[in-house]
């Protein structure tokens, strides 16, 4: 076994473990169960028939009035027939009963995750706020602030020292409760902040 396969948490479960896990999602699948099992079964229970016929044909089929020869030939092709008819009907019922667990498994873990999704989570008080109304400086900050200019080339464009640059942009960081110029300028690409 590999390294990977047993550090695996499933590798370590029991079998019988991990099949009554997945039991729920086959349950409404019983008659496909047993279909196949029935399937197998014939299909198993044929098997030794055909070396039983070939043996009877060898052994007794060329002595006089012993039985129609021809009997043989249509023996092994019924047997045949049935053998392939079983082993397809076992396989079809475990194809069908299989993907239908399946589905609904998948179905239920979709399920889950998309209402994990869609549920009312509470607001994080962290997640950044869009206010209803910026000052123009404010404003002007997030645009310099969304083409990267440094604190220096701000004071100098507004003719201020880069110590006001700092409580302006600590004050629109507050407002917009986030904690990067970065982040300030993301959310005023997406909220629209830029076009006001």
């Known amino acids: 076994m590999t390294e990977n396969a047993s550090s695996s948490p499933l590798a370590r479960q029991p079998l019988l473990f991990r099949l009554r896990r997945l039991w729920p999602y086959f349950r409404g699948a019983q008659g496909g169960i047993g279909l196949a099992f029935l399937g197998a079964l014939v299909a198993a229970a044929t098997e030794p028939a055909i070396p039983a016929l070939l043996k009877l044909l060898l052994d007794e089929g060329f002595v006089a009035d012993a039985f129609p020869i021809w009997l043989v030939p249509v023996a092994l092709m019924g047997l045949f027939v049935i053998r392939g008819v079983a082993t397809f009907v076992a396989k079809y019922a475990l194809n069908y009963t299989a993907a239908g667990g399946m589905v609904e498994a998948m179905d239920t873990q979709i399920g889950r995750v998309l209402r994990e999704f ?35 080339d701000i004071a100098e464009q507004l003719q201020i020292s880069e110590h006001t640059v700092k409580v302006h942009l600590w004050r629109l960081f507050r407002r917009l409760n986030v904690k990067s110029r970065s982040q300030a300028s993301h959310l005023a690409r997406t909220a629209g902040l830029l076009d006001m």
Do not use: H, W, Y
């Open 118 to 152: 869609l549920a009312d989570e509470p607001e994080d008080e962290n997640a950044p706020t869009i206010p209803e109304k910026l000052s123009k400086r404010q404003k002007q900050l997030l645009v310099m602030l969304d083409r990267g200019l440094s604190n220096r």
